[in-house]
């Protein structure tokens, strides 16, 4: 990597100076100026993230049922492997709660014990990361398309709340419930009466000061703040002696290297649950990523970004590590800390390799309700029903009446993620929301919107056609139906197109049907034959269809070219002369 130095850049041979297109050719984007001021910032920005990271990391790995350690172990490895092979200059990796619980969900069902949920969660990040590294080399990244930010969104709100119910008793030192969503909240309400009233005081404290800290000090690192703040009450008041469950022993030192104990049956049954984290992390991290590098005019390459993953769950396991993915949270901090490469990561992974070897003893009397409520206000943001009340509202009473409930597609993929999560758990849920926003995107495209177009005359003479719905001053022309189909047509949708052109046809005063085709992006072989019969039945009810706008892929796929005319304005005009027995030059006016 070439560096600028004293306004010129090195590297590479080149002795240009900074001013020279071969400068502007070499310096990468975001290490221009002052070398030392550039390290300064990563710097600190890795400081920052550091001590956001280190809590979260043990809190997380709670979630996903392994000792607290474990967390930490994923961290370093992860964002060094991430920063050689990921395209984001400010993304951060590190254990998630979103792909923690996905974990947990996964191992649950296949662990029969304490060792063996360990061994199992960092063999899952093992196939996590393979797989991702696969379909990175296979130029997989599109694959993130199928997921669409609405059912993301449902999804993400529906793991916030999971997670938030799975650490409430924690927070309150009661007993909690199993299962789903509803399991967890019944056994919570149930088990009220056992809340310990100390362990409530110290969560709900934490609770509140990381709230009020990312409200009133939104610079200051809030987790690490107020875990030093737990820890000392904890050593001076004596906490964990009167109930109040601590993190207890954290080993320190570095976690060893090399596969964990499992045979070929154990890594297989973790193929399907890798396979759907390795998904959701991607997505989650690829829309971290574009959002800041957006801010930047960064470009992410989504297929980078799947190697980067995968090499970062790879190095997680291979560290006896958990699944790993890029934080928003994290992402977000570390860019308004004012970091522009990956050397801030770099910089918190340093960091935490020494909290590792030295530091770990002073996180050991961490009461389990601070860790909960550091947990409960990392993911409450991600509680956004305001976001889905938006999705609601983007249906338009005119897309209602054409598309029916389809119409709120988006809105209704979310929700399906969303309910998906809490009553049949979060894998089954994303796959739910997924298959439910696909259905009814087949559904509208199947019906597409065909508009019944009129004349405007605008000020410049010109004769336009627009949709009659959406200017009350159109005027049809009489004796022909102008409509417009406003989508491609294929094999799902040309019976319906056929149907409601005829329906057009039908009334005694129309003589000739335009059909509209500009906004036609493509035409399939079925399609293609539709029109054909459509020209014979309009020709049955004693009418004669037209085709405006001479598009090439239209044109290429049909047989009878003869129907096709230049603007709508011309087909118009032909059908009138025809009528008169006589033919006319080129239109006055132009369709827009």
């Not at 961290?75 to 996905?102: H, I, K, W």
């Not at 970004?305 to 790993?324: F, K, T, Y």
């Not at 003479?461 to 989508?487: F, I, K, M, N, Q």
Request: proline share 4%; charged share 15%.
């Amino acid at each position: 990597m070439e560096v600028p130095v004293d306004g010129r850049v090195q590297g590479r041979g080149s002795s240009h100076s900074a001013g020279s297109p071969a400068s502007a050719r070499w310096t990468p984007p975001g290490l221009r100026g002052d070398l030392t001021r550039w390290l300064r910032g990563d710097v600190i920005a890795g400081v920052t993230v550091w001590a956001v990271l280190v809590p979260e990391s043990i809190a997380y790995a709670t979630i996903a049922g392994v000792p607290p350690i474990v967390g930490l172990y994923a961290a370093p490895a992860a964002l060094l492997l991430y920063a050689l092979l990921g395209s984001s200059r400010q993304l951060v990796v590190g254990p998630m709660s979103s792909t923690a619980l996905l974990s947990a969900a996964v191992v649950a069902g296949l662990a029969g014990g304490a060792h063996e949920t360990a061994a199992l969660t960092t063999g899952l990040a093992l196939v996590a990361g393979t797989i991702a590294l696969v379909a990175g080399l296979l130029r997989l990244g599109f694959v993130a398309s199928f997921i669409s930010e609405p059912v993301l969104k449902g999804f993400v709100v529906g793991l916030a709340l999971t997670i938030i119910v799975g650490q409430l008793p924690k927070l309150t030192g009661g007993p909690g419930g199993d299962g789903e969503f509803l399991g967890k909240v019944w056994g919570f309400l149930s088990g009220l009466g056992g809340t310990d009233a100390i362990t409530l005081a110290v969560g709900g404290t934490a609770l509140v000061l990381l709230l009020l800290f990312r409200r009133l000090l939104p610079v200051v690192p809030a987790s690490l703040v107020v875990v030093v703040l737990a820890v000392t009450a904890t050593w001076v008041l004596g906490l964990d002696r009167h109930g109040v469950d601590i993190v207890g022993t954290l080993p320190s030192g570095l976690p060893d290297l090399g596969l964990p104990t499992l045979d070929r049956a154990g890594y297989a049954s973790l193929i399907a649950g890798g396979a759907g984290i390795a998904l959701v992390g991607f997505a989650e991290g690829l829309g971290a990523a574009r959002t800041y590098a957006a801010k930047s005019g960064a470009r992410i390459d989504s297929d980078r970004e799947l190697l980067g993953l995968g090499g970062a769950n790879l190095a997680s396991g291979l560290c006896s590590g958990m699944v790993v993915n890029g934080s928003l949270s994290k992402t977000a901090v570390n860019g308004a800390a004012g970091a522009r490469s990956q050397v801030s990561g770099l910089t918190a992974a340093l960091l935490t390799v020494l909290t590792l070897l030295f530091l770990t003893g002073l996180f050991e009397k961490l009461p389990e309700a601070v860790l909960a409520a550091v947990v409960i206000a990392a993911v409450l943001d991600l509680v956004d029903l305001r976001a889905l009340r938006d999705l609601y509202r983007l249906a338009t009473p005119a897309s209602t009446r054409v598309y029916g409930v389809a119409a709120r597609s988006d809105f209704l993929g979310a929700l399906a993620a969303l309910a998906g999560v809490l009553l049949l758990g979060t894998l089954k849920g994303l796959l739910i929301g997924v298959g439910v926003s696909l259905l009814l995107l087949v559904s509208r495209s199947s019906r597409p919107h065909i508009a019944e177009l009129g004349r405007v005359t605008g000020d410049d003479g010109l004769a336009r056609w627009v949709d009659r719905e959406r200017d009350e001053h159109a005027r049809p022309e009489p004796g022909v139906s102008v409509l417009r189909v406003e989508g491609g047509l294929y094999f799902a949708n040309s019976e319906y197109v056929h149907d409601r052109v005829v329906d057009a046809a039908l009334p005694g005063h129309v003589r000739d049907v335009v059909l509209d085709v500009r906004a036609v992006p493509f035409v399939d072989a079925t399609a293609a034959r539709m029109v054909d019969r459509l020209a014979e039945s309009v020709d049955r009810h004693g009418s004669r269809l037209l085709l405006a706008r001479d598009l090439g892929q239209v044109r290429d796929q049909l047989r009878r070219t003869d129907l096709l005319h230049p603007s709508v304005e011309d087909a118009v005009r032909a059908a009138r002369d025809s009528r008169r027995g006589a033919h006319s030059g080129s239109a006055p006016g132009e369709h827009r």
